[in-house]
């Protein structure tokens, strides 16, 4: 087990969202001062089995709604669910480009435009394949008093680093997504290289939409 991180959240706030009212609680990062956001419905305090999805910040796909990933999709996705059953977290990790940053992240994107998949450019550029941590996240939960979580994740590592800083994992949600012609390699690398549960069948390369252009991600 990994040494436990001790947090406190700073504020929390009502936050109305199209997916129903979510208290919004922020935390400062012990180490790298960051503001890391938790969106909780519901009381989960002392609460086992919590839906749960640790999210990493993408601007580019969460806010400018880009196609090259599946980020935007995943915590759209997760904040409906959670919404569904009236009961979860949602974690909002200050963590951009799989921990390298924005400005690294940018430049990944113009290596993978000339021919590297995600996993190469991020090397190209000095950086291991995914620098995250989740012991913030473990952290959080542990201040929003969750015993055990029911993970939204495609991400197996995301589950082992978890139950590493001792929170229990008692069962692994799909996170849905559309493949879409600019984000098939990308989910193809995720699933290929770094032992994400997608359908690799299912990943073959796009060059033009069929239909409305998207279809339907079935997954592991």
Request: with cysteine; hydrophobic share 35%.
């Amino acid at each position: 087990m990994n040494k436990p991180i001790h947090i406190k959240k700073n504020v929390e706030t009502r936050l109305p969202t199209e997916y129903g009212d979510f208290q919004l609680c922020l935390y400062l990062g012990p180490k790298d001062n960051k503001e890391h956001l938790a969106l909780v419905k519901g009381d989960v305090f002392g609460k086992d089995n919590v839906l749960v999805r640790v999210h990493s910040e993408c601007l580019t796909g969460d806010l400018l709604g880009s196609n090259r990933c599946d980020c935007g999709q995943q915590l759209q996705h997760a904040m409906r669910l959670i919404e569904e059953v009236g009961e979860g977290v949602v974690l909002y990790l200050r963590q951009e480009g799989r921990g390298i940053g924005l400005l690294e992240k940018l430049r990944a994107y113009n290596l993978q435009d000339n021919g590297l998949d995600t996993v190469d450019a991020n090397l190209a550029l000095g950086h291991e394949a995914d620098e995250r941590d989740y012991g913030i996240a473990a952290a959080m939960l542990k201040d929003l008093g969750v015993l055990s979580v029911r993970l939204i994740t495609n991400n197996p590592e995301k589950i082992s680093q978890l139950e590493q800083y001792d929170i229990q994992v008692s069962e692994r949600i799909h996170s849905d997504a559309e493949i879409r012609p600019d984000n098939v390699a990308y989910l193809f690398t995720k699933a290929a290289r770094m032992n994400h549960l997608l359908n690799v069948d299912l990943l073959q390369p796009v060059t033009k939409p069929s239909g409305n252009g998207f279809k339907r991600l079935t997954l592991g």
